[in-house]
C-alpha cells in the first residue's frame, strides 16, 4: 500500500537488544509511510517551517498511518 520498493524489509523483526532500538523500529514504519504519501522531499522540506510553529501538521498524516495499521488486522 505505502510502501514504494515491495522488496525492502521495513521491519526485519520486532525483538531488539535496547529499549532506544525497540523505539527505533516503533517510529520506522509512520516515517516511511509519510515519505511514501510525500514523496517530494522539496516540498516535504518546504512544510517542515510550518511543522515547526503548528506540530498538528506533522501529526496529522501519521494519524492517518496509525489508523490504517488500526484497520488492516480488524479487516
Known amino acids: 500500500m505505502f510502501m514504494q520498493n515491495p522488496k525492502?524489509?521495513?521491519?526485519?523483526?520486532?525483538?531488539?537488544t535496547s529499549p532506544?532500538?525497540?523505539?527505533?523500529l516503533a517510529i520506522k514504519?509512520?516515517?516511511e509511510s509519510v515519505g511514501a504519501?510525500?514523496?517530494?522531499a522539496g516540498i516535504?522540506?518546504?512544510w517542515q517551517n510550518?511543522?515547526?510553529?503548528?506540530?498538528a501538521q506533522l501529526m496529522?498524516?501519521?494519524?492517518?498511518?496509525t489508523t490504517g495499521?488500526?484497520?488492516?488486522?480488524?479487516a
Do not use: C, M, S, W
Not at 504519501?37 to 517530494?40: K, S
Not at 495499521?69 to 480488524?74: D, E, Q, S
Open 50 to 55: 510550518k511543522y515547526a510553529t503548528d506540530v
Open 44 to 46: 516535504g522540506q518546504a
Open 37 to 40: 504519501i510525500q514523496p517530494d
Open 69 to 74: 495499521f488500526k484497520t488492516i488486522p480488524n
Open 29 to 31: 514504519p509512520p516515517r
Open 60 to 65: 496529522a498524516p501519521a494519524r492517518v498511518v
Open 20 to 24: 532506544f532500538k525497540g523505539h527505533q
Open 8 to 16: 525492502e524489509n521495513y521491519l526485519p523483526g520486532n525483538i531488539y
